[in-house]
């Protein structure tokens, strides 16, 4: 297994050009990320990390009328 393996998430895809969309578990060690190809992130509207404002760091399924 190659922990360099990279594929979309949303349609399994193998692509050099995912983005980065989510991370998961981050907190308490490994981390596991969620990927994305260009056209998913097109279609599914995503936001990949990097390109987010720093103060929304909530995951994909977060609501933050929830976290208060
Ligand atoms: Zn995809």
Redesign the pocket.
Known sequence: MNAADRY??????TTEELELIDIIGGETGAGWGLH??P??VQREELVPLNQRPASASTSLSGTPEGRR
Request: glycine residues 0%; negative net charge; proline residues 10%.
């Open positions: 979309c998430h949303w349609c399994d895809a994305a190809c056209p998913c």
